[in-house]
């Protein structure tokens, strides 16, 4: 089992809500007491995700006003992309381990869809 840092599990679940839509471009996310306590977590842990965010460029911190989504629908496009082919990428090579080749996960998937849509 893989042990994930508090502060990246929020940086990833802000970074959810961005790429998904859930937060706008240029929408100020709620302050970092709001966000600790939405988390349940200490308020340097917080800190330390939007670090992560910033240094992402998904997030930008205005110096007295807070800290917003990056205005830039391309580079947020940009960033759902390459965690659609991280994910992606993480899947075969799951399926693989079990012993699955390509075309038998093609298989597996498109009996998915159909039962699921």
Known sequence: MIEISIYKEVAEDIRRKIISGKYD???QLQSILSLAELYNV???TV???LATLREEELVITVRGKGNFVIGSV???ALVKECEK?????EFLRAMGTLGYNEKSIQAEVE???RRHG
């Open 47 to 49: 800190q330390m995700a």
């Open 42 to 44: 200490n308020k340097n």
């Open 25 to 27: 471009p240029g929408q």
């Open 111 to 113: 009996i998915h869809l």
């Open 85 to 89: 082919r991280r994910r992606y990428e």
């Open 74 to 76: 391309e580079k947020i």
